[in-house]
Every structure is written in C-alpha cells, then in structure tokens.
C-alpha cells in the first residue's frame, strides 16, 4: 500500500507540474500577444523577480526549516498541537512581513525612482503603484509557502501546482478582459489578485477538522 501511495503521489506531483507549465507558458504567450516587449513589461518583471526573491528569503527557507518540526509534531503530538504551533508560526511571520511591508511602503518612491532611471518611457506614478501592489504579494506569497511545505506533511500533495494553475487561469482571463484597456496593469492585478486567492484557498485546505487556528501574537517559550 506505501508503494502504491508513494507511486500515486509521484504520479500526481509529474502530471500537475506538467500542466502547470504548460498554463505557463500559455499566459507568456498570452502576455506577449497583447503586450509584446515594453519598458512596462520590464518594470513588472523586475518587480517580480523582486518580491519572488524576497519570498524564497522569507517564507520558503522558513518553511523549509520549519518542516522537519511541524512533522514531528503531527506525529508524536497530534494534528491540534501540530495546527495550535503552526498557527502561531503563521501569526508571527504576518505580523513580521506586515511591519517589513510598512517600512517598505515608505521606501517604495526611491525603489520606483531607481526603477524608473533604469527603464525610461514609463511614468514615476505607475512605477511606484506597481512597487506598492507587488511588494504587497510578499506577505501573501510567503505564507502560502508555509502552508505548502505543512500540507506536505499531511501529504495533501500537489496543492502548489493547482494554485500556480489558477494563477495562469485568472491571468489568461483578465487579460482577455481588461488587456485592451489598462495593459500591464491587468498583469500587475492578477499577480496580486491571484496571491490572495492562493493564500485564501491553502488557508481553508488546511485549518479544517481537527486543524484550527488560533490567533495568538505573544512570544512564548516552547519546547
């Protein structure tokens, strides 16, 4: 039976995988369509390679580190203290990127002014409203990292394909939609719109059951 789960899942992980890729390449391909190669599209895939950085800093080497323990606690404790520690995990890294993002907020007119001398032809306003919405993601998107690396330890596999799935769905179809009439921007909204949506769906996937959340912020000794 562990070989045929094992084979299952592997199974699973391929074909997602494959089809989240390909999703991808169908939303470049949308994007360039309608976009073609501008200095707006430049300033958003800095932007993205920005705050994508700055989640795997964050979020994915703290999930990573955090995996091994979140195990152990499932299997010696229970899902409740499992979830009850995980909550907690969750609680302080939000009020930690809340506060990183704040500071970035008011940082963010000199990250749009460097932006904005490195790509000329796009206005220091729009520059500065796509540094503020995607910086933004960092808090969302580095949580959703949490909450994959936990719901590979319940072996909830493939979770993260479905939601990078979704991601090119909803950007295909906004594009489709609103592309004509606020260009770049579209990509910009989907990128955020799909990183709430994301944190959104893992968030109720995972807090069901026995798993609750617990909203608590205090710092406390644990074992």
Same mark, same amino acid.
């Given at each position: 039976k562990m070989g045929r789960s094992v084979i299952a899942s592997i199974a699973t992980i391929s074909f997602l995988g494959i089809v989240a890729k390909l999703f991808g390449l169908l939303r470049e391909g949308v994007f360039a369509a309608y976009f073609g190669t501008s200095a707006e599209m430049d300033v958003f895939g800095l932007l993205t390679g920005y705050v994508t950085t700055l989640m795997a800093i964050l979020g994915s080497s703290l999930a990573s580190s955090y995996s091994p323990l979140y195990v152990r606690n499932l299997q010696q404790r229970g899902e409740a203290t499992a979830s009850a520690r995980f909550s907690h995990l969750v609680n302080q890294f939000l009020l930690f990127t809340v506060f990183g993002y704040v500071l970035v907020f008011f940082? +963010?007119?000199?990250?749009?002014?460097?932006?904005? &001398?490195q790509t000329c032809g796009v206005a220091y306003s729009t520059v500065l409203l796509y540094t503020r919405l995607m910086f933004a993601t960092v808090i969302t998107g580095g949580t959703t990292r949490l909450f994959v690396t936990a719901l590979n330890g319940l072996r909830k596999y493939g979770w993260m394909q479905?939601?990078?799935?979704l991601y090119s769905?909803? +950007?295909?179809?906004?594009?489709?939609?609103?592309? &004509?009439?606020?260009?770049?921007?579209v990509a910009v909204a989907a990128y955020v719109v799909n990183s709430v949506?994301?944190?959104?769906l893992l968030w109720f996937v995972f807090f069901h059951g026995a798993r609750r959340y617990e909203c608590s912020v205090e710092i406390r000794d644990e074992e």
């Amino acid at each position: 039976k562990m070989g045929r789960s094992v084979i299952a899942s592997i199974a699973t992980i391929s074909f997602l995988g494959i089809v989240a890729k390909l999703f991808g390449l169908l939303r470049e391909g949308v994007f360039a369509a309608y976009f073609g190669t501008s200095a707006e599209m430049d300033v958003f895939g800095l932007l993205t390679g920005y705050v994508t950085t700055l989640m795997a800093i964050l979020g994915s080497s703290l999930a990573s580190s955090y995996s091994p323990l979140y195990v152990r606690n499932l299997q010696q404790r229970g899902e409740a203290t499992a979830s009850a520690r995980f909550s907690h995990l969750v609680n302080q890294f939000l009020l930690f990127t809340v506060f990183g993002y704040v500071l970035v907020f008011f940082v +963010a007119p000199i990250i749009a002014g460097y932006i904005s &001398k490195q790509t000329c032809g796009v206005a220091y306003s729009t520059v500065l409203l796509y540094t503020r919405l995607m910086f933004a993601t960092v808090i969302t998107g580095g949580t959703t990292r949490l909450f994959v690396t936990a719901l590979n330890g319940l072996r909830k596999y493939g979770w993260m394909q479905l939601t990078q799935i979704l991601y090119s769905v909803l +950007a295909i179809a906004m594009t489709f939609v609103f592309g &004509k009439t606020i260009g770049i921007g579209v990509a910009v909204a989907a990128y955020v719109v799909n990183s709430v949506v994301q944190l959104a769906l893992l968030w109720f996937v995972f807090f069901h059951g026995a798993r609750r959340y617990e909203c608590s912020v205090e710092i406390r000794d644990e074992e």
